[in-house]
């Protein structure tokens, strides 16, 4: 299993371009959902999905967009970068465990830079 | 809604010292509890969690933490420390059966020389 995986490593953006982070995981899992991390400010969640077709926003939503066609793929859109999104974005899928348990693995990450 | 503090930002030890990396959280419902490791240029990796039961919990590398519902607290600890376990610690938590939304710490970065 390559587990989750996330393209491009490194990206900069002129503001008002768009792109598309991709993120695919071969686990089977059903949640995922992805995240920016700043200096300073932890992990926050940007959107996630409990299954193909379902998404749904978290705590900073606004400037991204995503959809979920398949079980195995999650891309976040930038449809007018900003340099306020200049971040590290990674991507995370968690499968059921013991209990009502979501373990989340993370892909190794997105530096994206707008300028 | 949940948070979580991380009062430290940095904490500096030797080798082998103990460490103690404080976590705290609020909370008006049940939580599931987790500590993410980040080292440079990597993503996060699961150290530990608590779920439910014995609030004294072992993770990977030696790390434990201990669950503290009366002090909300879940403190990461180990008792030597080597100069591989420089990294950035996260504290995390989320509401119970919903762990695939997770609130996190602003983190701790763990730095070791000898």
């Known amino acids: 299993n390559a587990g989750v995986t996330q393209t491009p490593k490194f990206q900069v953006l002129k503001t008002g371009q768009s792109m598309t982070l991709q993120c695919a995981q071969d686990?089977?899992?059903?949640?995922m959902s992805w995240y920016r991390q700043d200096p300073g400010m932890g992990l926050r969640l940007i959107h996630y999905s409990v299954g193909a077709g379902i998404t749904d926003q978290g705590e900073v939503p606004n400037g991204y967009n995503v959809s979920r066609s398949t079980t195995e793929d999650f891309p976040l859109r930038l449809l007018s970068a900003a340099p306020s999104q200049t971040s590290v974005y990674f991507c995370a899928s968690s499968s059921p465990g013991r209990g009502a348990f979501y373990e989340q693995y993370f892909g190794p990450g997105t530096r994206l830079t707008v300028t | 809604a949940q948070s979580v503090t991380q009062l430290d930002s940095q904490v500096p030890v030797f080798e082998e010292a103990p460490v103690e990396l404080r976590c705290n959280y609020s909370s008006s419902v049940s939580v599931y509890l987790f500590w993410y490791v980040q080292y440079p240029n990597q993503g996060l990796q699961l150290l530990l969690k608590y779920l439910s039961g014995s609030t004294l919990v072992k993770g990977i590398n030696g790390f434990e933490a201990e669950f503290n519902k009366s002090q909300t607290s879940f403190h990461l600890r180990k008792p030597s420390v080597h100069i591989s376990d420089t990294a950035e610690y996260f504290c995390?938590?989320?509401?119970?059966?919903?762990?695939?939304?997770?609130?996190f710490g602003t983190g701790t970065r763990l730095q070791v020389t000898l």
């Open positions: 995390a938590v989320s509401k119970t059966g919903t762990a695939s939304k997770l609130t």
């Open positions: 686990m089977n899992h059903e949640y």
